[in-house]
């Protein structure tokens, strides 16, 4: 016997169950809005390239090559946002820190000693990577 659990109770369970029915039987919608209906998988669909091989338009700025994106955003992943601004040891010691790969502390050590850097963007101009 349920306790209060069930708030539709056994007349109204079995009338729901007769009103679905036919849905849970049919092998097509039933329903008049399509928004409801599920779309088909579409494996058998080629992959759509929406770049035909190249960088996305927009995705790299101008005066930026595809790679000066890439180490600029690996900076960013490495270094936080509370860090700036920041000087060349900061920024070193940070990426060192958080486990940064080599080659971007290797880039870091590169930057001249005397400048601070408000963000990862002007780490990489300071670098000669970008603009």
């Known amino acids: 016997m349920d306790h209060g659990t069930n708030k539709a109770g056994p007349a109204r369970d079995d ?3 007769k009103e679905l029915q036919g849905e849970l039987k ?3 919608a039933l329903r008049a809005e399509e ?7 579409g494996e058998d669909q080629p992959e759509v390239s929406r770049t035909a091989g190249g960088p996305a338009p927009g995705s790299v700025p101008d005066g930026m090559t595809p790679q000066a994106v890439e180490i600029r955003t690996e900076m ?16 070193v ?3 060192r820190e958080n486990n940064a790969p080599d080659r971007l502390v290797a880039l870091a050590q590169r930057l001249p000693e005397n400048e601070r850097y408000e963000n990862a963007q002007r780490i990489v101009e300071s670098l000669g990577l970008s603009r």
């Open 93 to 95: 010691s940070t990426l």
């Open 35 to 41: 928004d409801h209906e599920l779309e088909p998988a």
């Open 76 to 91: 960013a992943q490495h270094l936080r946002r509370s860090l700036y601004p920041a000087d060349r040891d900061t920024i």
């Open 15 to 17: 009338m729901m169950k």
């Open 26 to 28: 049919a092998d097509r």
